[in-house]
């Protein structure tokens, strides 16, 4: 069969003075960093929707890429065009694992049966090709926000049929994920928000956004599925709002409706920023409130108020964020997948892969840089010494409950406390941290 | 005794059709609006900190207000002083609350037994004065981020003596509140949260003011203390990062610490803004939580970035509001305190009742409108409608955990579910909305 | 011929008290307000790219709404549909005005040959439409921002081939708004920015961009078209940064190029806040710039980073625009282009009247205030009475440039000049601006 | 004399393995990079008012730092005990230059006269200084924000008096600039904005600021200073709205005028930032404009929507930043000021070398890195590769005025122009430029 990407045979390793485009100049899947390799640290993922369910459309612009099999045709051959395109793709890239929809890979059809149907023939074809490749499925997940029966939202619709064809998805995504040996499921609720608080119940709704977990959790069980189960944050867009705004309200929504353990984040880059927080933070976040798992690596625009999705460039921020990751143990089921698309303008059939090289590229930079400050610990270091009153008789005696507002007072009173403000050096800090960054 | 504002008398209602500036148009305080008065239903109050604790200084520029009591003099002196024009302002305004922070209405000393006294004789002051001018104490706060010893945070300091200065500040801030009678007790953490997180310990701070909370709550009940405590959300600045950011991340909060039926949130307009949201939102997404307390009415500018506190203005916005609010039941503790200050170049000391006055009136006339909002609910009603298949068998079983996912795509795919997209009338809603505005 | 619309007839003005969504309560357009008529003053336009060239499809999801002209079929028998259902909809309507791109009314075809035959057949059928129905054309422009060939901008991209046809473009559109007796010829520069500065030269950029503008202006004299040349400044989106930001950039750019007096600005309220400005802020701007021409009524959602364009709905912010604009004498040939949207959950066939309804009367109640601004001009007053120092001595010895630093510096040091602030009153300013609109 | 830095001798480089945080690890002042030593190319200045008249106050804080010279006392000996302070830090810091506000250095004092001698008295004493160190003067400028006169703007206050006032301030500010050498002549138009429409009048402000510029120009020339005069552009705050937004405004603002050949825009990056652009945009678009200055070298927070003036530490925005400049020529009269304060938390007496050592060396380490994107220049190659259309003969037809709109659409239709899209190749040249950041 004709090859889609016939001028790029697999991407090796040449180092850092290659001047090949088509090569990695820093991700060498091998190397072994802090005692694993950059592959088992990083576990990097290509996703189906932008690379190959995107023609270049957007909202002020139609079409500007050459991909075939979005064309008008059958659809399920035109599915399996897709695929074999995918799977191309994957095994050039030498890129361990892939992320899909349940809509990506297999036509939506013109009734509940049809989905399935096809899905299921779809989800046959995903097998066999994991299997020819030796690609992976880091997480799969359900698309309940492009069809217009979800343009209310799926788990919040005011129709609970909609709801219940959401779950219909949902059901098979997830079989279809434990099938095909997925490690995690994803759960990203699009439009699970609101366009005006005019027309909406936010009690309701998010009333029935809890249930809907839950029922997620109870099919986990009950399929024996042992990936982790993830909710993705973001704040807005398409929604004016959406619930899952960011990993801190998550975590408040888990623990309203009992599954705080059930449920880990996964944190997008350009979501962290859209709700006002640096990605640093939110992964920070997630890991103090013990509910990260993974990361959909990219970026956004600082300066552009949307989902821009740009590939993950500036090693500065992601070396901070693989430094919290490593300190926390590194992922477990999570990895790094690279919900990015290209640049409208990017039409050449190989800025797939530019896109993608520079990806792994740059969080093997961070990777390197952030294994530095692991071993010469000074930020650790510092903020060890920064609390250390807290391991001392007072901090103790506060932490553990002994004190009252009453009692505390009257020692601070009888001992006139008279603390004295210390340096937080963060000056001092930001320097050290460049040291490494940019020997 | 010299009068400072020696030119107003007590402000009066004149009604629409008043060319006096000095008079309210809109706020009839007896006025009785849905079997209330406007009085019971907005318990107005004004602060103690903006109006008379500020000089006009901002990060750029020097005082420019002339505010005697500011000067250099003896400091209880002073406080005194200040205390009779906070309380001529209150009375001529005749605005029925107050609130103020612990140092805004005492010296804070050199130590803690120096702070300790002159809160306790300002105390003494302020219940006299409450007792001669009928004024009442919407509630009172402690501050515990002006001081430099805070620059770090109070309860989230690195040091644990820090934190317990700040403990005793709020023990005898609370016990005062008790004693002034006031109506709630608030905590807004100006510094809890971080500048960098190179040097800050998430899980720790976060530890450290769930246990603060805690003591808070426990003391509360100790002292037999029967209004409200209140955590006033904020995003940011003057940190980088606050920890209690919106009311969706307090509710997470205070679930991890099993504080949610404890505390309920004190909403500010210009907080909201700054995370994000509008403040229609905070305040619906707060009652949908359950944990609505209280209203720091005032705006921020839409183009700038920071809190600038200015005195609400947009009737349009207001009404909203107050129709949630009605609609949930109105304020049990709660209240609508100007934490508002003036525009540096108003320097006439009149100005200071311009703003209240201004802000007054806007309120009712929000409040008018609110009430037409209520009476003719059709945005109730288009709600109701919206959901009304939640009511049904469908809707019930889903909602009572009859289904699992497996039954409910079973129904799905055996009835053939093909929901129809309806309107969300958005549109319709907006419209008729403004012509209860603007009739 | 069948009517789409079918449920409603002409829309009336039924006044304040009817409850019928389908008519107007405050616009009555042969109603007289300072003395002309509001439609006179109103001038307002629907627009046919977001009503009949959206199908409610977003980035996020599939069209929604039910809109047969545009699925598959013979295009120029789909374009004559549309146009058939945009004039049904201007005549019930009874708006008086209409605006488009060229290719909202004509296929582009696929070759520029097939490109000018579509658009000059379709310009007939409008211009019949026109005769038959009296509405008028308040603008029309281009669209060179659609077509994957202008992805990289037109006027700037870096083909001059490219740069070539979007001139072609023009010369057809601008002869066309001729010829349908439009009152204005809008550019708005979609992509006439940049993704990325490491592929861009910004200053070859501009200098294609203001050559374009020049040809512009050549044709208008030399074909004798005798209404405005208008600029539409947005700051980004599509783009990452467009080189029409905002009013005052565009000022810089007309002078640059000697264009000044060619051109106007037609100021989105979207675009103004997208800039970082109020509406109000880019509409006094153009005005005190003297390049105010036109408006594009909407708005955006102040917690949104992208153009929501919805319709306009605040009375308070309109108001005060409309202020200024009556200040300055009203249009000329500018009006109110309703360059709004329908949220994609309103498939109501008929919510695309509640828009526009909505709008109209919006604008009405608004224009209603301004009056009342304009008669009894307090604002007017305040500002002559704070800049009356200017029309002293002293001030027109320095704006008629008698006066060097030096002479100046000697002055104040010989008059030992020590000017006292003066209270800029403007909490007593939007206390009074309050007072008319919401009596 | 006692010095106040006593722990801190000369900062010396001690090259990158140093783990001496007083000492530079990348900046090396003779070091030469294409040609020039790093201290010809940087320029590097620090400031006077962050660094000695700052005492760690903000808007929710009290003082926080130890200057004993801000203290009460003699207004003149503090004056020179701050002088002493500064000149020791400039010397030990080993940075060549430094940049001051007339009021930052000398007391305002209570008249006109006062504030004449005070400051004619501390130009002398700066002068013995910067001869005794051999520090010079990057620019002056004069305070024209902080006094209670100036809160409604200098040059465009309503009260001329202010203005005279103003134009005095700079008449001695500039004189002193030329007496001390000074490379440039500074003005930041703190207030010069509005804070609210309804009490400003823009056209006359923009008229006052006109004549106002245009003094300091003919000031400048009478007075043969060679320096640059110098504006800088801010988008806001602490005005609601400045009138020099940003470069490209400012640009308008000078052809308005006449002024664009005697005016340079000194670009502060994070005044780029708050007006919704990169500093990269920035210093492009000045380049482009041919208005580029010098640089107020620091970095603001992306969540924070105020100035929060933190040292530069990106390398990789300066970097990119750098390649512009450089590719531009280099400064002239410019360079980088340090407008940067330390974090309120940073109270140790050496953060303030801490915070300029990070920042000598992050520029450093960005000019190596900007000297290798011009030594292989790809980036300027793409580019030249992506217009060379421009220069061939349909460019050049166009660029040189031969075509008309006619004309050119008469080609495109007769060769029937079809141009086809060209990749931007965004992705790769992002990932050519780590290769290089990131060796």
């Given amino acids: 069969m004709a090859q889609y990407f016939d001028q790029v045979s697999k991407i090796a390793f040449e180092g850092a003075d290659s001047s090949n485009p088509l090569a990695f100049k820093h991700y060498n899947a091998q190397e072994k960093i802090l005692g694993k ?3 088992e640290h990083l576990r990097m993922a290509a996703c189906y929707w932008h690379n190959f369910c995107w023609n270049g459309q957007d909202v002020f612009g139609q079409p500007t890429f050459n991909r075939p099999w979005l064309e008008a045709g059958d659809a399920m051959t035109q599915a399996k065009h897709k695929a074999d395109v995918a799977f191309e793709f994957f095994s050039k890239l030498t890129i361990p694992y892939y992320c899909f929809h349940d809509i990506d890979v297999a036509p939506e059809g013109n009734s509940i049966k049809e989905y399935i149907n096809n899905f299921a023939a779809m989800v046959d074809v995903l097998e066999q090709k994991q299997a020819e490749t030796g690609v992976k499925l880091l997480w799969g997940t359900a698309n309940l926000f492009s069809n217009p ?6 788990a919040t619709n005011p129709d609970p049929e909609v709801f219940s064809y959401g779950v219909t998805q949902v059901f098979h995504a997830m079989n279809a994920t434990k099938k095909l040996g997925g490690e995690n499921y994803v759960l990203w609720g ?9 027309n909406t119940d936010l009690r309701q709704e998010r009333a029935q956004l809890g249930r809907f977990m839950q029922m997620v959790v109870e099919h986990k069980h009950k399929i024996g599925f042992k990936g982790a189960l993830l909710i993705e944050p973001k704040p807005q867009e ?20 009992g599954l705080e353990n059930e449920f880990r984040v996964n944190i997008e880059a350009n979501h962290a920023t859209l709700a006002g927080h640096s990605f640093h933070h939110e992964v920070a976040t997630a890991i103090s409130l013990g509910i990260f798992g993974s990361i959909d690596a990219n970026r956004g625009d600082a300066q552009n108020g949307w989902d821009t999705d740009q590939f993950p460039n500036s090693v500065e921020e992601l070396s901070l964020v693989m430094y919290e990751i490593l300190k926390a143990g590194g ?9 990015a698309k290209l640049r409208r303008q990017s039409v050449d059939r190989n800025d ?26 000074f930020l650790g270091e510092a903020v060890a010494k920064r609390y250390a009153g807290w391991s001392n008789k007072l901090g103790q005696a506060i932490q553990s409950g002994e004190h009252s507002l009453q009692s505390l007072a009257a020692l601070v009173e009888r001992e006139q406390f008279s603390p004295k403000p210390v340096s937080g050096r963060q000056e001092l800090l930001e320097n050290q941290v460049n040291l490494v960054l940019f020997r």
């Fill in 37 to 39: 390799t950059m592959a």
């Fill in 149 to 154: 029966r979800y343009a209310a939202g799926a």
């Fill in 190 to 198: 699009g439009r699970e928000g609101y366009e005006s608080l005019l």
């Fill in 238 to 257: 398409p929604t004016k709002h959406q619930y899952d705004y960011d990993s801190a309200t998550v975590y408040g929504f888990l623990k309203q409706f």
């Fill in 331 to 339: 992922f477990s089921t999570g990895g790094y997948n690279f919900d």
């Fill in 352 to 377: 797939l892969f530019h896109g993608h090289i520079g990806g792994m590229d740059h969080l093997a930079m961070a990777l390197k840089r952030a294994a530095m400050l692991v071993e010469k610990d």
